[in-house]
Structure formats: structure tokens, C-alpha cells
């Protein structure tokens, strides 16, 4: 399955919605590489194997669930998940990269491509339809997030 969105993060015709730089969000971005847990519901702990300039591998515990990925990223530009499949876990990729079409705009474009099928029903659901809007619940999940950690506060 492939599955991609923007998230809106700087919207000029809404003064209410604090205007975030492209720097505080991909501080953010790189809180959620290196503390997951703050982002992931359900995620126990994270194991920081190895890290490099641009790459950082991980172990990551969900009970008794172990997955293993790969982080790479350009700084100020996109971060991209990537793990392999395993018997608990489907394996896949997420890229979030940073759009800003104009100086006054700023996006977040998530990119999913999982081992999912993109169609098929199960029981008559579409099951690829409830996955989408959970990534999408989890992904306007991480921008509030981070606009809380923008303004000095705590995530619940």
C-alpha cells in the first residue's frame, strides 16, 4: 500500500494557528527519531544502536514486540522510517518531508509504502481504509505535538 498527505502547518489566513519555523519543526522531526515514545502511543522504550551523521538505527519495544528500523535523513529537508518486515510486523517506509511552497506556508508531506495491499475487503471492509486514517490521525498527531514542544510545553 502507498498512501501519502500533506499536513498544514503555517496557514497565513489563520492568525490563531501559531506560525512555526521551518527549524522548530524539524527539531521535532528529529525529537521524534530520537524519542519515539513521545509520538508513538503504545510504544514502551527505544534502543539507539548506532547513529552517523545522517543515519541512526533502532530498536524499538512494543510489549512483546520487537522492530528494528533504519532513520536516514537530510536536515531541514526530509526524514525517512524504514523497516523490515518480520513475523510481528509488516515492515514498510515513512517519509515526512518538509514542504514550503512560499516563505508565509509550511507543510509536512507523509509518505507511507507498506507491504499492505492497496485494496481488498475484509468482511466487506475495506481494511487499507482504517490503516490510512489511523496514519493520518497519528500524523496531525505528531504537528501537535511538536507545536506543544514548540511553545516550551508537554505533551499529554
Known amino acids: 500500500m502507498r498512501f501519502e498527505h500533506l ?10 494557528i501559531p506560525s512555526l519555523t521551518r527549524e522548530q519543526v ?3 522531526l528529529m525529537l521524534r527519531v530520537d524519542e519515539p515514545t513521545v509520538f508513538l502511543p503504545g510504544l514502551e522504550r527505544c ?6 551523521a545522517d543515519q541512526v538505527e533502532r530498536r524499538l519495544h512494543f510489549g512483546g514486540v520487537q522492530v528494528r528500523d533504519t532513520v536516514t535523513f537530510s536536515p531541514l529537508e526530509w526524514v ?9 510486523h509488516a515492515g514498510g517506509r515513512l517519509t515526512i518531508r518538509l514542504e514550503q511552497p512560499d516563505p508565509l506556508r509550511l507543510y509536512l508531506r507523509f509518505t507511507y509504502e507498506t507491504t499492505l495491499p492497496d485494496g481488498g475487503a475484509a468482511d466487506g471492509v475495506q ?3 482504517f490503516v490510512k ?4 490521525e497519528s500524523d496531525v498527531d505528531t504537528v501537535r505535538i511538536i ?8 505533551p499529554h
Open 133 to 136: 486514517s489511523a496514519y493520518r
Open 7 to 16: 499536513v498544514e502547518i503555517n496557514d497565513p489566513l489563520n492568525p490563531l
Open 80 to 88: 525517512r522510517f524504514e523497516s523490515s518486515a518480520n513475523a510481528e
Open 147 to 154: 507545536r506543544v514542544l514548540s511553545a516550551g510545553g508537554r
Open 47 to 52: 534502543e539507539i544502536l548506532s547513529r552517523a
Open 127 to 129: 481494511v487499507s481504509e
Open 26 to 28: 524539524w527539531s521535532g
